[in-house]
């Protein structure tokens, strides 16, 4: 395996790598959720960014922990609003597939500036599916596994 990893090279393996290799499980919150509730879980499942899905399961928006700080300053009322009227929305969310590469994925963060992606697959009438998330804390994991393998 270490040689294989020599002989290939960092590069070429961050090519082969697809993202169904190392995607995690996607964190999901419903459109019509509070920003209270899209807070509390932030906290009990440890992520830094919420897929806002709608009532049929399908992708409709994506809310991070700055989201959620903006919405609140200055406005009393915030913890109550739907996560809906404060999350970016289709169709501005950035995405990658399974079959996409990590190095594909690790380009669109950078140069999208953001944190994570959702992982979806698109069905018959092009509703995107949640099927997993990337995220920055993924490629520094995967980052130190290459490490150990040379
Ligand atoms: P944080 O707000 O915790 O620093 P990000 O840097 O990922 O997290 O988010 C910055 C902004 O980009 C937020 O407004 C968020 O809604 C948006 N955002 C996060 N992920 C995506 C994505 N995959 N596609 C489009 N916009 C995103």
Excluded: C, W, Y
């Excluded at 949640?130 to 980052?143: F, Y």
Aim: hydrophobic share 45%.
């Amino acid at each position: 395996r270490g040689n294989s990893v020599k002989r290939d090279g960092i590069s070429s393996q961050l090519n082969t790598l697809l993202i169904k290799d190392i995607q995690g499980v996607p964190v999901v919150v419903q459109e019509t959720a509070s920003v209270h509730d899209a807070v509390i879980q932030l906290f009990l499942e440890n992520v830094g960014t919420l897929m806002v899905v709608n009532q049929d399961g399908f992708l409709v928006g994506i809310i991070s922990r700055k989201d959620l700080l903006k919405v609140t300053l200055g406005n009393p009322n915030a913890s109550t609003m739907p996560v809906h009227l404060v999350m970016t929305r289709q169709p501005n969310i950035v995405t990658v597939s399974p079959e996409d590469t990590v190095l594909e994925a690790a380009r669109k963060m950078v140069h999208f500036q953001v944190d994570s992606l959702p992982v979806v697959k698109r069905d018959n009438h092009s509703n995107l599916l949640v099927i997993g998330r990337i995220t920055k804390t993924n490629m520094t994991q995967l980052l130190v596994d290459l490490a150990m393998e040379v």
